[in-house]
């Protein structure tokens, strides 16, 4: 994400927790540790930005936990609303493709959303809550349903990070599901650009799909990764049971 902003014309500030986490970046951005859940006034501490992409929430990759609407979605929305009633007009936030549930096929934003997960069900009601916070104070809201991600730096419980690392330990043979599952995947830099455009558009556009709209099994896009890296391992399809909490086939309509 930011190494796609220092693309811009744009003064880049960047909150984190941990600034080291931050070391790898080249260029003129301006990194700041600040826990945006404490009482200090984000904002000015920010330097009064225009723009807010929100991108944190902790509790990932554990979509059952009930933290992300006990903890996670009032503590969001805090932070969030502070931010707005001091002034910041234009709003990126990141939302997930399990706000839809269930719903199998193609999936256009504005669908009902219907989630079965603690977190689909703590991201869509975040969404609901800024969606009526903007009828009394009013501002630029694009809410960004992510699909699936693939990329260096992603959490390594990642599909990706999974499979690059069972190469470089060495291993003879990776572990996954059936691979039958149609998911919409795309790489990091192009959901890096998507979010970023919307985000500088400084439009209230709403619900948005961050999505390639094109389904692909999930077998076949390890093996097209096994084939572009050269890596030279097997695929032991089946060995895990495919997921509860998702249908086996759904993708988003892209309507950027």
């Known amino acids: 994400m930011l190494t796609e902003l220092i693309k811009h014309d744009v003064e880049v500030v960047a909150i984190t927790r941990d600034a080291k986490k931050l070391d790898y970046i080249k260029g003129s951005i301006s990194v700041m540790e600040l826990d945006i859940y404490s009482d200090v006034d984000c904002y000015k501490a920010i330097g009064s930005p225009d723009i807010l992409i929100h991108l944190a929430w902790d509790g990932l990759p554990n979509y059952k936990s009930l933290l992300h609407f006990e903890t996670e979605l009032p503590r969001q929305y805090k932070f969030i609303k502070q931010m707005v009633e001091s002034g910041l007009s234009s709003l990126f936030v990141s939302g997930?493709?399990?706000?839809?549930?269930?719903?199998?096929?193609?999936?256009p934003a504005n669908i009902k959303t219907n989630p079965s997960n603690p977190?689909?069900?703590?991201?869509?009601?975040?969404?609901?809550?800024?969606?009526?916070?903007?009828?009394?104070?009013?501002?630029?809201l694009t809410w960004g349903r992510l699909f699936y991600i693939y990329g260096e730096r992603q959490s390594s419980s990642s599909?990706?990070?999974?499979?690059?690392?069972?190469?470089?330990?060495?291993?003879?043979?990776?572990?996954?599901?059936?691979?039958?599952?149609l998911r919409d995947y795309l790489p990091v830099e192009a959901?890096?650009?998507?979010?970023?455009?919307?985000?500088?558009?400084?439009?209230?556009?709403?619900?948005?799909?961050?999505?390639?709209?094109?389904?692909i099994s999930v077998q076949s896009l390890v093996e097209k990764w096994v084939r572009e890296s050269n890596w030279g391992i097997e695929l032991n399809l089946g060995y895990y049971p495919y997921p509860n909490y998702e249908p086996m086939a759904f993708w988003g309509e892209n309507n950027l």
């Open 119 to 140: 977190y689909g069900y703590a991201k869509d009601a975040l969404r609901r809550q800024l969606e009526l916070l903007g009828e009394i104070k009013p501002f630029n």
């Open 191 to 215: 959901v890096a650009k998507m979010i970023v455009k919307h985000a500088l558009s400084q439009e209230n556009k709403g619900c948005v799909n961050i999505c390639s709209g094109k389904p």
């Open 159 to 181: 599909l990706y990070s999974q499979l690059k690392h069972a190469v470089l330990r060495g291993d003879k043979v990776f572990n996954m599901s059936g691979g039958e599952q």
């Open 96 to 107: 997930t493709c399990f706000e839809y549930g269930m719903q199998s096929g193609a999936l």
